[in-house]
């Protein structure tokens, strides 16, 4: 079955980077969209970025573009996301999803959270 598991979150101080990592499994990871979706205490889902099944076309949203970078590596089942100059507004629950639609648990992984505080 499809299992993503998602890494490197924790506490940055604002201006500070994080890189997360999402090893994936159960699937033809190299066939795959990915994306990073997060969600933030009392809100929605709101998708972060994404990356075409090469690597070679990736989206981000308003929110993180110039900040955030998702990179792939199809040998090691891997999807990145580099955060840098975080922000308060960044806290949220980050999801590695296969494909795009955040909401389908079945396609997501159970997030790792990430706290931009002082």
């Known amino acids: 079955q499809v299992q993503l598991v998602e890494s490197g979150g924790g506490l940055a101080q604002p201006g500070g980077s994080l890189r997360l990592s999402c090893a994936a499994s159960g699937f ?3 066939n795959y969209y990915m994306s ?8 929605g889902l709101e ?3 994404g990356v075409n099944s090469a690597g070679s076309v990736t989206y981000y949203a308003d929110s993180v573009k ?3 970078t998702i990179s792939r590596d199809n040998a090691k089942n891997t999807v990145y996301l580099q955060m840098n100059m975080l922000k308060p507004e960044d806290t949220a629950l980050y999801y590695c999803v ?3 639609i955040a909401a389908d648990k ?3 992984g159970q997030g790792t959270q990430v706290t931009v505080s002082s």
Request: no cysteine; aromatic share 14%.
């Open 47 to 49: 998708r972060v970025s």
């Open 66 to 68: 110039g900040r955030f």
């Open 36 to 43: 990073w979706a997060r969600q933030a205490p009392g809100k």
């Open 98 to 100: 296969r494909g795009i």
């Open 106 to 108: 079945s396609n997501r």
């Open 28 to 30: 033809t990871f190299s």
